[in-house]
Structures are given as C-alpha cells and as structure tokens.
C-alpha cells in the first residue's frame, strides 16, 4: 500500500528551527515527485514546492523560496520540510503530497495525513 | 501566479440532489499539443487531508464514485456531484497544475440543506 506517514504536531517558539518529516512506503521513493502544501488555520490550500527524489530538482514557489527548505533522504525513504527562524505566520497544517510519477506538472495523488506546526511564544 | 477563483463560496443541497461548483483560471490550463486541461479536483473532511477526486479536468481517480464527474476546458470548469450523499459533505478545491507555482482555487464548502 502506498503511504505517505508525516511526523507528529509541534509546538515552537518564534525564531527556533523546525525539521518535520515524511516517511515514504509502498513505491520507489526516486521515481515520483513529492512536495508540500500549507493549510493555515480555517483557510485554503498553498503549494509550497516539490523535489524529485531522483536527482534532487527542487522548485519553490516563490512564495516560499527562501522561507523554507526542501529535501530528502533517500536510504530511509523519508522527505522533510525545515525552517530556520520559525515566526508565528508560520502556524499552520502542513501535508507533504506526492504526485503520479515523474512529471512536475501533475496533481496530487497521495497526500499524508499532516502536521500541526503552532508557533506561539 | 494564475488565480483560481471558485463560485459558489458554499451551497447546501438536499440528499439526493445535484450539487455544481465551478472554477475558473485567469489563464487557459490546456496544453494544445496534447489537448490535456492541467486541472484537478480535490475533497476535503473536516480533520482531514485532501483527497484527489478528479484530473486532467475530467479523468476520476480510482476509487472515485461516479456521481462525480469533472467537465470544462481552457479557462472554465465544473466539479458536479450527481446524487449528494451524507459523506459529499465537505470542501472542494481545484487546483492548476500548469503554470508554476500550481495554484488552488479558495475552496467551495457543500453542506446538507
């Protein structure tokens, strides 16, 4: 069965770092596109960016760039959202997503279940 | 970036009745060389993560029951809900996956009425 299992809710203080996590399962994690998107609290859908596992191309939107980072790790399937100086905009569900195979121009087929993100001091 | 704009904001419709959200791009999301529109549908439950109902406009994920149906091309689509069932009860989204960054429109909430 293909998975996508995100890391539990955090609770951060504005300026701290932030890795969360997406572990991968049930396909060959190198082949498909993954990415994330921000739901804010009672508000719409955002697509942040993605990465091909397979050779690390990265796009941001640019709404984002600069704000958050993008990667991967390959031996453990799993792939991560971080943040360097966390602001309390940043409050937010966060799902990671994965796409249909080796497009970047394509939706969302599989999305994990989310991460709670509250940044509050 | 390409605006996504939804109508209605929210509908309430009867059990068993139709329910038609629309969705328009500020560009056209069809590719002409392989007459593909690059937009998807998705159902979101409260708690819950999205799910992809429709894409490429009009192809049903697998899974999908057939009271949705997705139509439209270039600039203009529709999401229909044949028959609302109970479990429609939520909030739908498109999204265009054509221009980057891909863009969602603000979400059509459908209630019971």
């Known amino acids: 069965e293909v998975q996508l299992v995100q890391s539990g809710a955090e609770v951060k203080k504005p300026g701290e770092s932030l890795k969360i996590s997406c572990q991968a399962s049930?396909?060959?994690?190198?082949?498909?596109?993954i990415g994330w998107v921000r739901q804010m609290p009672g508000k719409g859908l955002e697509w942040m960016g993605v990465m091909y596992p397979g050779d690390l191309d990265t796009r941001y939107s640019p709404s984002f760039e600069g704000q958050v980072t993008i990667s991967v790790d390959e031996s453990i399937t799993t792939a991560y959202l971080q943040w360097n100086g966390l602001k309390a905009s940043d409050t937010a569900m966060y799902y990671c997503a994965r796409t249909s195979g080796t497009i970047l121009e394509d939706a969302f087929y599989i999305w994990g279940q989310g991460t709670m993100v509250t940044v509050s001091s | 970036d390409i605006v996504m704009t939804q109508s209605p904001d929210s509908l309430a419709v009867s059990l068993g009745e139709r329910a038609t959200i629309n969705c328009r791009s500020s560009q056209s999301v069809l590719y002409s060389a392989n007459t593909k529109n690059y937009l998807a549908w998705y159902q979101q439950k409260p708690g819950q993560p999205p799910k992809l109902l429709i894409y490429w406009a009009s192809a049903r994920q697998s899974g999908v029951p057939d009271r949705f149906s997705g139509g439209g091309s270039g600039t203009d689509f529709t999401l229909t809900i044949s028959s609302l069932q109970a479990e429609d009860v939520a909030v739908y989204y498109c999204q265009q996956y054509y221009y980057f960054p891909f863009t969602f429109g603000p979400g059509t909430r459908v209630d019971l009425k």
């Open positions: 049930g396909y060959r994690f190198t082949s498909y596109w």
